[in-house]
């Protein structure tokens, strides 16, 4: 598939019993992954607790059954570690599925076993993706669309992050969530409905004056 979104349903680490403190939409688009993370309980409850743009792919030992991804970042709102990003997939009888590896956990310090295990959200025939990329005024910015789905993710030269949420309803973008200053301004609303004329490397603006570029458009 070309575009899929999905939500995560719990992490376990080190072998602990499953949880899930966040609220989690990844858009998984024609090799770019947009990914927000919220808490939804806890201290730290309506804060980002991950957001990433990056580049993923295949590696050496994926297969159709059981792919091994990685992910390259482009944003990433967590310190840089020595520890690449992938994982390895399996599905489960229930259509859920679990991604197994090792990564840093941020509330140990430390890096761990973890199994997450995500939910493939249902998506219409012919529902339209879209990755659009800007780099205006020192902010690195992107947006993504599954569907019914849109996130939008950036980052300034002095380290600040941005990123918003929003889902179709009635015809219209309802907010989920939003960080940052200016956030309509950095990360304009995508069209209602994709321009027809719209092609990959096109130059393109978004409400009159935002420039952008097409990284990949296409319908399921």
Same mark, same amino acid.
Not at 32 to 55: M, Q
Not at 92 to 99: A, K, Q, S, T
């Given at each position: ?5 999905? !939500? +995560?349903?719990?992490?376990?680490? *080190? ?18 992954? =947009? $990914?927000? +993370?919220?808490? &939804? *309980? ?14 993923? %792919?295949?590696?050496? %030992? *994926?297969?159709?059954? &059981? ?23 399996? !599905?489960?009888? &229930? %259509? ?12 140990? &310090? ?25 780099? $205006? ?5 992107? =947006? ?6 849109? =996130? ?12 918003? +949420? ?17 956030? $309509?301004?950095?990360?304009? $609303? ?25 990284? !990949?458009?296409?319908?399921?």
């Amino acid at each position: 598939m070309a575009a899929r979104a999905s !939500t +995560r349903v719990s992490i376990a680490w *080190s072998g602990a019993e499953p949880i899930e403190d966040t609220d989690t939409l990844v858009l998984t688009i024609d090799g770019y992954s =947009l $990914d927000l +993370r919220v808490f &939804n *309980s806890g201290p730290d409850e309506g804060k980002i607790d991950w957001s990433t743009v990056a580049h993923v %792919g295949e590696v050496e %030992g *994926s297969t159709k059954e &059981n792919p091994i991804l990685k992910w390259d970042h482009i944003i990433d709102s967590r310190p840089p570690t020595d520890m690449p990003d992938q994982g390895k997939f399996e !599905t489960l009888p &229930n %259509g859920d599925v679990i991604e197994i590896g090792i990564m840093h956990n941020p509330k140990t &310090n430390l890096y761990e076993d973890y199994v997450e295990t995500w939910r493939r959200m249902k998506l219409p025939a012919a529902a339209p993706y879209i990755v659009l990329a800007s780099e $205006d005024g020192g902010i690195q910015a992107y =947006l993504g669309r599954v569907g019914e789905h849109a =996130l939008g993710l950036a980052k300034s030269e002095d380290g600040e992050y941005y990123a918003r +949420r929003d889902k179709m309803e009635d015809g219209k973008w309802k907010r989920i969530y939003q960080f940052g200053k200016n956030i $309509d301004s950095l990360l304009p $609303d995508l069209p209602i409905s994709i321009p027809e004329g719209w092609s990959k490397d096109d130059d393109v603006t978004l409400e009159g004056e935002s420039k952008w570029v097409v990284k !990949t458009i296409g319908k399921l």
